[in-house]
């Protein structure tokens, strides 16, 4: 068996959470292979909407066997709370749910460092979530991380002491630094019910589970426009989002990749800092966050808004050697007559091109667009592709056409049941 992948093709919040809460059904076990509480994957289904963050989108179907790939980087709080949140909808998460030893532990002061350093920057700041990211995969580099297998170890809790006496040797602000003393009690009790869950060397689990003949999809957070290598840096995360990730935080040879399912939405959002070129600064950009409920499920900020930018698609579908497309959202344009769409950039030199450039913070990059007959009509009654407008067909064969690969699954809202199989 292979291990397919599943991947956001934007800036993340492209609707990953509620694919693999779909399409779950089709494998054994489902994987996160990086990010950490920054994901916000959205699930909804029988009148329940619950967002998860750092457990598999695959918990809600208890015989599949979720696993927190070495990729991911754990906050052992918000970590407890999701599973006690799931208690509370009557799922019991730790019966199917498997923590990488290998996994990277988010500390209190990991998230101290994160709003010190943001702060610093001022209004060049990131637009991070402040949940401790990226202070842990720095440390994670520098090869001073604790994991989790390390609180199964003697001698964790000086360890611990001695990464977090670093780290406030850095934090130059007292109010930021005063905050540990309520944080830090709650980390600990964190870690002892950690330490009562299934830890485990979870390369030779998933590894094992594919010799057996069982399928593994690997859920990928953020997005590849977010990629610390090729995402618009430095406006990006601190993990690779792309499918070589999967490989890598999971522990598994590239041999063994399968299917790799890129999911966008019909239009672009983005949340935090950042360059967004077809950002909408108009009433029509106001329009597709309400009518697309834009807010972050991670922060609640407002998500930026814009018409959909093929050049990026491209890009992303490119690296990743996407195998199928997702489109999500397209519920939300049935309000526009008219729609567009990016077809190209033209730079500030006066040229033209349709290639994601270098630059894109820095250098004027206007959208070219080409526009497009909107179905601006009733969404249909039954998930049937039959059913649907002939200009929301003709906008899902222009896109396939423009990059050539194709798009097998239409949503027409964040229910289970509202989603069309092609």
């Not at 590894?207 to 840096?233: I, P, T």
């Not at 983005?270 to 409920?293: W, Y």
């Not at 990059?365 to 497009?372: A, G, S």
């Amino acid at each position: 068996m292979k291990v397919d992948v599943l991947l956001g093709l934007q800036w993340g919040d492209e609707g990953k959470g509620k694919v693999v809460d779909y399409l779950a059904t089709k494998y054994k076990v489902v994987a996160r292979f990086q990010g950490g509480p920054n994901a916000g994957h959205t699930l909804e289904f029988d009148g329940i909407k619950h967002v998860l963050h750092q457990i598999p989108s695959g918990i809600f179907r208890s015989d599949i066997k979720n696993i927190v790939g070495n990729g991911v980087v754990l906050d052992p709080v918000i970590f407890k709370k999701e599973i006690e949140e799931l208690a509370d909808l009557g799922v019991d998460a730790p019966q199917n749910l498997y923590i990488s030893r290998k996994t990277q532990l988010i500390l209190p002061t990991h998230r101290l460092l994160d709003a010190y350093q943001e702060k610093l920057k001022g209004s060049n700041k990131i637009g991070s979530t402040l949940k401790g990211i990226g202070p842990t995969y720095q440390d994670k580099i520098g090869r001073q991380g604790l994991r989790v297998g390390d609180i199964e170890l003697e001698g964790f809790e000086e360890k611990y002491q001695t990464l977090r006496d670093k780290h406030l040797s850095i934090i130059n602000d007292e109010e930021i630094a005063s905050k540990l003393e309520e944080l830090e009690p709650i980390f600990y009790e964190a870690i002892k019910y950690l330490k009562t869950l299934k830890l485990v060397d979870s390369e030779y689990l998933i590894n094992e589970e594919l010799n057996k003949g069982d399928g593994v999809l690997a859920e990928g957070a953020q997005g590849s426009l977010l990629d610390v290598d090729f995402g618009s840096y430095p406006f990006v995360t601190s993990s690779t989002t792309m499918v070589s990730g999967a490989c890598s935080g999971l522990g598994v040879a590239p041999s063994k990749i399968g299917e790799v399912m890129g999911v966008f939405k019909a239009y672009c959002t983005r949340v935090g800092s950042g360059p967004f070129p077809t950002e909408l600064f108009d009433e029509t950009g106001e329009q597709l966050r309400k009518q697309g409920h834009e807010f972050g499920a991670t922060t609640g900020r407002p998500r930026r808004c814009g018409w959909l930018d093929l050049p990026a698609l491209k890009y992303a579908i490119m690296i990743n050697g996407v195998t199928q497309l997702f489109m999500m959202k397209a519920d939300v344009l049935a309000e526009f007559k008219t729609i567009s769409v990016c077809m190209g950039y033209k730079l500030a030199d006066g040229s033209t091109t349709d290639k994601l450039p270098y630059d894109l913070v820095n250098q004027s990059v206007k959208p070219i667009y080409k526009e497009l007959t909107g179905w601006n009509d009733a969404m249909p009654s039954s998930a049937s592709y039959q059913n649907i407008s002939q200009s929301l067909k003709d906008y899902v064969k222009f896109i396939e056409d423009e990059v050539g690969v194709p798009i097998k699954i239409v949503s027409l809202g964040p229910d289970r049941s509202e989603t069309i199989i092609r």
